[in-house]
């Protein structure tokens, strides 16, 4: 099938936040629709798409363009003129430019005063054009701007400090979108293009996919900025700003076909994607051996301490997993990661930093127990390393670390001096248009009566671990489907805000996420700044990050280990002895009376009212009880609460699936709870590993 004779340079995808409203998997599938051959992605400062982007095209056998519109400070102005920019779209052609994008979008919003908004100055633009492809912006670039102002000497001034910047690899860009600036400066443009033997380029900057999309984007616009739609005084949404098929644009540029090839001349120079990388981590010792070496030292006496306290005959039963554990963890290639987790615990305790004893898979490593990165006795509690690490299971081990959230700050500032500031960064994170939001939004800038449509949203089921979209709404609440078929304007807003549903709303930080590299991650990762503070935060998500070679560590902020330090505080001022919280008892028949009457407010993970009425119906009697209880309390597994309990206080008898797994669910009185019981059902039944 031929493709079509026309490439799509201009496209903001939805990270260009409640601007662009493409998402990254949505201009593939239109550009496969379409025939065209490439599409280009390019979000204002910024590269936050380019993964997902990558992946989408790779499978919709569409070639990707990297790309990005960033913000350039104008040059020669007097430092007493408030800073202006323009703007240039910028393609990587090649590794080495996919660096420099990540390198400008990083400066972009780390290298400028937090009063002014993400730019570069051309100095830093200077630094990094290797590899580059650049476009003069159309009605968003300086020349366009310049020749509207009557200003061409100055435009052609510009066009040579491009040229200067990218020699060879400048294209005159021509947009016909019915902008004013772009019909003041086509003219200008092309004969500043012919002189300087400069080649044109046809884009139409475009903010969504299909043209019945328009008055949603207008909405959405409206939310940006908050206005209405009915105000004549307000940014509006241009009709012509969709991926138009190369049939539109061919006629659109009949008098200027090479504008329209250039397009695929463009897309021919650009042969790069957003890379994968493998874990990449910072050395602690120096070398891989070395590594190994202080893991195996570090781990072993740390055991010997912790057998201390434990009779003599099981001592080798802790030395073997011991060493099972290190062969399993060397072998993987992961002893940075315990070393780099072990290090930093080590150092918040030495500070007075409460650190949590450990919960997840890792509290099952009897590594993680000897370094001190957990407090609890994996082989006591039955806990089994597989489910943290395995080799038949190849994927990154992942600690979630507890600190008093008061001084979490405090660590992660050691991890930055300790590895370098650019070294360390936050993840991002995307707050989406859900359902009851968007309606909410939709509404006001529709002016409709707030409490119409705030009775609308309620009808909305809100389930936190079941989100309901506005199209489940419609098909499963009978009132909301009866208003939308009867009310004229319910059926816009529910139309409206089905199209924007699921769009980032805005940029965030991932609560504990925090990533270290063995470079300056900029040469890794596009970054970003979170506004409410001086750390940078990488531009790509959780997965998106660890796709491109980051590896996550969890520094989360408990507020419970706050309460007990101030607790403990308060005991040692009052009576002269500090409590030492882990050698408190796990058999205290007071605080299973306190449980079972659920009096737990305050207590972690037991205080939720639902938790609550559960104690008191269960009774837990033993610290496994509460576990479970813990383990249960959640989608899926919560239907198996009632059988526990009745098992439990002897209401109903308790069976076993099979007489061979009596020993794995004896505990649990004959419920399968955990993900340890299930592997070791297999291993016990089908002869699994």
């Known amino acids: 099938m031929p493709h079509a004779p026309f490439v799509p340079l201009r496209i903001l995808s939805a990270y260009s936040m409640l601007e662009g409203a493409i998402d990254p998997k949505g201009i593939a599938k239109r550009a496969r629709e379409l025939g065209f051959p490439a599409a280009a992605i390019t979000d204002r400062n910024g590269l936050y798409g380019v993964m997902e982007f990558s992946e989408a095209c790779k499978s919709a056998g569409v070639q990707p363009i990297i790309g990005t519109l960033l913000a350039v400070s104008r040059p020669d102005r007097p430092d007493a003129v408030a800073p202006a920019y323009d703007w240039l779209p910028l ?199 070395g590594e190994i070496t202080q893991l195996r030292v570090d781990a072993a006496a740390g055991l010997e301490l912790r057998l201390a306290r434990i009779s003599e005959s099981e001592h080798q039963v802790y030395r073997d997993r011991l060493a099972f554990e290190l062969d399993v963890i060397t072998s993987m290639g992961f002893a940075a990661y315990f070393l780099i987790v072990a290090d930093f615990i080590k150092w918040a305790k030495e500070q007075g930093i409460p650190v949590g004893p450990g919960r997840g898979s890792g509290a099952g490593s009897v590594v993680a127990w000897s370094l001190t990165i957990t407090d609890l006795d994996p082989i006591k509690l039955g806990l089994l390393f597989e489910r943290f690490l395995n080799p038949e299971r190849v994927s990154m081990p992942d600690f979630d670390i507890d600190f008093c959230e008061t001084r979490r700050e405090e660590v992660i500032r050691y991890v930055q001096a300790k590895y370098g500031r650019d070294q360390v960064a936050q993840i991002i994170t995307f707050g989406r248009l859900k359902a009851r939001a968007v309606l909410k939004d939709t509404g006001r800038v529709l002016q409709m009566s707030y409490g119409h449509v705030d009775r609308l949203a309620k009808l909305v089921p809100n389930h936190p671990t079941d989100p309901w979209t506005l199209e489940r709404a419609l098909n499963g609440v009978s009132e909301l489907a009866a208003e939308y078929k009867s009310d004229a304007q319910v059926r816009r807003l529910f139309d409206l805000a089905l199209k924007l549903e699921g769009l980032p709303r805005h940029s965030s930080t991932h609560a504990a996420g925090v990533v270290i590299g063995d470079r300056p991650l900029a040469e890794l990762v596009p970054l970003y700044r979170d506004p409410r503070s001086d750390m940078p935060v990488t531009q790509f998500d959780m997965k998106y990050s660890e796709s491109a070679g980051l590896v996550k560590f969890d520094f989360l902020g408990l507020k419970t280990l706050s309460v007990l330090q101030k607790a403990c505080d308060l005991i040692e001022a009052r009576e002269g002895v500090r409590p030492d919280l882990d050698a408190l008892e796990w058999d205290d028949e007071d605080v299973y009376a306190l449980l079972q009457r659920g009096d737990t407010v305050g207590v972690f993970q037991l205080e939720s009212e639902g938790m609550r009425r559960t104690l008191a119906a269960v009774r837990p009697s033993n610290f496994g009880d509460i576990i479970a209880l813990v383990s249960l309390y959640r989608p899926g597994p919560m239907d198996n609460i009632g059988l526990f309990g009745d098992r439990k206080n002897g209401r109903v008898a308790i069976e076993y699936p099979h007489p061979l797994l009596e020993g794995i669910l004896s505990e649990t009185y004959g419920v399968f709870v955990y993900q340890e019981q299930v592997m070791q059902a297999a291993q016990i039944r089908a002869g699994y590993t």
């Not at 990218?166 to 443009?189: C, D, H, K, Q, W």
């Not at 908050?226 to 105000?231: A, H, K, N, T």
């Not at 241009?238 to 190369?246: G, V």
């Open 91 to 289: 393609y990587a052609q090649d590794e080495a430019g996919y660096s420099n994008l990540c390198a400008l979008t990083s400066a972009a919003h780390l290298d400028r005063p937090l009063d002014e908004p993400a730019h570069v100055t051309f100095e830093k633009l200077a630094e990094h054009t290797e590899g580059l492809i650049a476009l003069t912006g159309g009605a968003e670039g300086a020349m366009a701007r310049l020749i509207a102002e009557g200003q061409d000497y100055a435009a052609i001034g510009y066009a040579d400090r491009l040229l200067q910047l990218f020699p060879g690899r400048v294209y005159v860009e021509i947009a016909r979108t019915l902008n004013p600036i772009e019909g003041a400066s086509e003219a200008g443009l092309i004969e500043i293009a012919h002189q300087l033997d400069l080649p044109l380029v046809a884009t139409n900057p475009a903010n969504f996919a299909e043209a019945d999309f328009h008055d949603a984007h207008d909405v959405m616009l409206c939310i940006a900025n908050s206005s209405y739609v009915d105000s004549d005084d307000r940014i509006k949404s241009s009709p012509d700003a969709w991926i138009k098929p190369a049939r539109d644009m061919r006629l659109l540029f009949a008098d200027l076909p090479e504008a329209l090839a250039n397009t695929l001349v463009v897309a021919q120079r650009c042969a790069v994607m957003a890379p994968k990388r493998s874990p990449i981590l910072p050395s602690i010792v120096g070398d891989t051996e």
